[in-house]
């Protein structure tokens, strides 16, 4: 048997809201490390919103996420999949708390954030218990099943704090990939353990940087090329590949799990801070927080809002 990951990020190039990065676990044979899963479990997901029939849709979450459908389809899978794992979270807050536990702190802080805990989510819902139960079938079918859904929110105090550490925001979202990475590698037994992230960017080389992150680690290159670049490390008698990968949302499951629970969380979060200033003035268009409609959203606030206090450290990113 094998470990696979996949890692992917939402809110990477924004200038307000979080940053998420998640990774979905699971257990399956080794013969179908290489294998398109997608085909595998055809009976219980797709990558395509036509003709789902009760399927779960699982893709890159820009596919996933329209303006007309919203959140709908990132919705039902990361409730539907959690459910697989035993958890009906009720709430917003009840999400983080079980994904990413450690940021509910901070974003405590935050005074958009104040109503994640009335947040509510669809708990009684036929429909996801339904897919859930197939995707566990069609798994159990080929001996495949989920482990493990964690996901690290950095919310904009955070990522500016960390980016003025180390004054590279491509730095940060590496560490924070590792840091998963390395939690799932502890915590699962099995000697043939593989992780597939999504490349960002043209970066091919990635030795230097996970020597630095891994440095009691044997470090092997297996290859790096315009479309793949893999590597292999020993620790502690154990090995692990990891597979840095271009468009890999769209070319390995896990990852595309992983992008669309990340982007689920992520349009949560910013739909609570346009919610907040809404209310203080209606005429405000909400934003999805990217640089130039979340820099329109900004001046907007300032100029129709000019008695509403907050802190630009937590609201707008350094980078």
């Known amino acids: 048997m094998a470990v696979l990951v996949g890692i992917d990020e939402a809110g990477y190039g924004p200038i307000l809201g979080p940053l998420l990065v998640t990774a979905t676990t699971f257990s399956l044979p080794s013969a179908l490390l290489q294998a398109d899963l997608w085909?595998?479990?055809?009976?219980?997901?797709s990558q395509s919103k036509r003709r789902l029939r009760?399927?779960?849709?699982?893709?890159?979450?820009?596919?996933?996420?329209s303006k007309t459908g919203g959140v709908d389809h990132l919705e039902r899978t990361t409730l539907a999949v959690l459910r697989i794992l035993n958890q009906r979270p009720a709430s917003l807050m009840a999400l983080l708390q079980l994904l990413s536990p450690d940021s509910v702190e901070r974003?405590?802080?935050?005074?958009w954030y104040d109503g994640i805990d009335s947040h509510a989510l669809p708990v009684d819902d036929a429909d996801k218990d339904i897919a859930a139960s197939a995707f566990v079938h069609d798994m159990g079918l080929v001996d495949m099943r989920l482990i493990k859904i964690e996901s690290s929110c950095l919310d904009v105090a955070y990522f500016n704090t960390l980016v003025a550490s180390v004054r590279?925001?491509?730095?940060?979202?590496?560490?924070?990939?590792?840091?998963?990475?390395?939690?799932?590698?502890?915590?699962?037994?099995?000697?043939?353990f593989q992780v597939v992230i999504d490349r960002q960017g043209g970066r091919i080389h990635y030795r230097d940087s996970l020597q630095r992150m891994?440095?009691?680690?044997?470090?092997?290159?297996?290859?790096?090329?315009a479309s793949v670049s893999s590597y292999e490390m020993s620790q502690a008698q154990r090995r692990l590949r990891v597979h840095f990968v271009v468009?890999?949302?769209?070319?390995?499951?896990?990852?595309?799990?992983?992008?669309?629970?990340s982007k689920y969380l992520r349009e949560l979060l910013v739909a609570n801070l346009n919610a907040y200033f809404i209310s203080f003035c209606g005429d405000l268009k909400p934003t999805a927080g990217y640089w130039q409609d979340g820099t329109r959203f900004i001046e907007e606030v300032r100029a129709k809002l000019p008695d509403i206090k907050f802190d630009d450290h937590q609201f707008i990113r350094s980078r």
Do not use: W
Request: hydrophobic share 40%; aromatic share 6%; with cysteine.
């Open 214 to 225: 891994f440095p009691g680690s044997e470090l092997r290159i297996l290859r790096e090329g």
């Open 54 to 65: 009760g399927r779960l849709l699982i893709a890159d979450s820009k596919k996933a996420h």
């Open 168 to 192: 590279n925001k491509a730095n940060v979202l590496f560490t924070v990939t590792c840091g998963l990475l390395e939690r799932a590698f502890e915590q699962t037994p099995d000697e043939d």
């Open 247 to 261: 468009r890999a949302d769209n070319r390995c499951l896990p990852v595309s799990l992983a992008s669309m629970v």
């Open 39 to 45: 085909h595998v479990l055809q009976q219980s997901v």
């Open 107 to 111: 974003l405590r802080d935050y005074p």
